[in-house]
């Protein structure tokens, strides 16, 4: 922290841009409020309004009230035609709209007098020449695993080496340094080379070679040989930047976390708090992805007869502003919430958990790589075979109770979990790799001020 007697200038401004959707959205607000609160800098975010969703403008604002040091600086997009992708991911239209926007953050820059940028990786090669214009140093903030960092930074030099996939499309992935990415792990929209978010994916990830840095949401124990990989350059080509492990990135306490939920019940943090130790599932399926009715329902059956306590954040549509569905409805009617009773919580609102095992069902995008990451470090299981995204398999209620009582009922998978946090808090804590990365990542904005 910079001394009373140190130059103002001493102190710099870090701009934050986050591109859309919760899981973009929540770790930028994390590092803002560390940035802010540990490491002596000036914070500001660059906010998009309005938001694609509901939980979006609700975690900002949320965010700006609880913490007033953190500020807000509006990003008003150009127009965006948003009919020339037809029945495209509104999140994917948000990413676009964004990119196409990025000449007009030049002036939003200087008039910050910001020190260094640091952005999404879904903006940052469009981003990146607007910084260097600007002679502001650029930093991407990856927000998934460094293994997933590990395949955006490769993915291009894999499709060059096979003529663009062949005519076989996309296969197995194998990542020097690291480890085999199967097909079936890609996202799907990678296997279409005239998707947009393939378009968008490519193009990101041949430009981290331009960024000042890269920020990502993992730790050294965590994720050994992606994190070594990725600064040794056995990754990508000579002259790939800076790698600053700085996760996890520790959650912030908002107004929201104690919002009521069901029918008008006590807030989810409240509630969780009444719940003996190690009691809960919780079920998340992120904010970007809807589950059919069908498999709600299955879901609903499987939870209920896995006897344990659940806290369930259910989604029934891709953007949550066009959520209108009754929970009852979506859940088979009011008798599946009463035979709940107190032993659940189910909400539409967004909540979080940290610090639990982890029975992994990845439906969507990068999901499955990630899924790896949870496997393999020993927070939990990820059961392959249950459905992808756009398969048509339906999961029963049988065999979500089954892993689930095999989960909880586990005492290995809790005390590998418990490792795993133990060593996630001596990263983060003050001398710890994470902490140290955040600080060396500070001391530079701090030279470039």
């Avoid at 676009?96 to 910001?114: D, F, H, K, T, V």
């Avoid at 940052?124 to 140093?137: N, T």
């Amino acid at each position: 922290m910079p001394t009373s007697g140190e130059n103002a200038v001493a102190r710099p401004h870090v701009v934050l841009l986050p591109s859309a959707g919760m899981g973009h959205m929540v770790p930028f607000g994390r590092l803002a409020v560390a940035l802010s609160s540990a490491h002596g800098c000036d914070v500001s975010i660059a906010t998009v309004l309005p938001t694609v969703s509901a939980a979006e403008s609700r975690h900002l604002e949320g965010l700006f009230a609880s913490h007033p040091a953190v500020r807000r600086l509006d990003f008003a997009l150009a127009p965006f035609d948003e009919s020339a992708f037809p029945g495209a991911d509104p999140f994917f239209l948000r990413f676009e709209a964004m990119r196409r926007s990025a000449p007009l953050l030049g002036p939003l820059l200087a008039g910050a007098s910001a020190s260094a940028l640091v952005t999404d990786i879904a903006l940052s090669s469009v981003v990146l020449p607007v910084s260097r214009e600007r002679r502001v140093p650029c930093y991407v903030l990856f927000t998934a695993s460094a293994a997933m960092l590990s395949f955006c930074a490769y993915f291009p030099s894999y499709l060059d080496a096979n003529a663009g996939g062949g005519d076989g499309g996309v296969g197995d992935v194998e990542i020097p340094g690291v480890y085999r990415v199967p097909k079936s792990s890609i996202p799907q929209a990678l296997h279409d080379p005239k998707h947009l978010f393939t378009q968008q994916f490519v193009a990101n990830g041949r430009g981290l070679v331009d960024a000042a840095g890269i920020l990502v949401n993992t730790f050294d124990a965590l994720e050994p040989e992606a994190v070594s990989a990725l600064r040794q350059g056995t990754v990508a080509a000579a002259g790939f930047p800076p790698v600053f492990a700085v996760g996890p990135l520790r959650p912030v306490p908002l107004p929201a976390d104690n919002e009521p939920a069901k029918n008008g019940a006590t807030g989810y943090m409240e509630w969780l708090d009444a719940q003996p130790a190690r009691s809960v599932v919780y079920v998340s399926f992120g904010s970007r992805k809807a589950i059919s009715k069908d498999q709600l329902l299955e879901l609903a059956a499987g939870l209920e007869a896995s006897g344990h306590r659940f806290l369930w954040v259910v989604k029934s549509t891709v953007v949550d502003k066009d959520d209108a569905a009754d929970l009852g409805d979506l859940l088979g009617g009011e008798d599946f919430l009463d035979r709940s009773g107190d032993r659940a919580l189910v909400t539409k609102a967004w909540a979080a958990a940290c610090g639990v095992p982890v029975l992994a069902w990845p439906r969507f995008g990068d999901q499955r790589v990630n899924a790896g990451v949870v496997a393999r470090g020993g927070l939990g299981a990820w059961v392959e075979t249950w459905s992808w995204e756009g398969e048509n398999g339906l999961v029963t209620g049988e065999e979500v109770a089954e892993k689930v009582k095999a989960m909880m009922e586990d005492n290995d998978v809790a005390k590998k979990a418990a490792k795993v946090r133990d060593a996630a808090t001596a990263a983060t804590a003050e001398g710890g790799t994470s902490y140290r990365s955040l600080a060396e990542f500070v001391a530079r904005c701090r030279g470039a001020a």
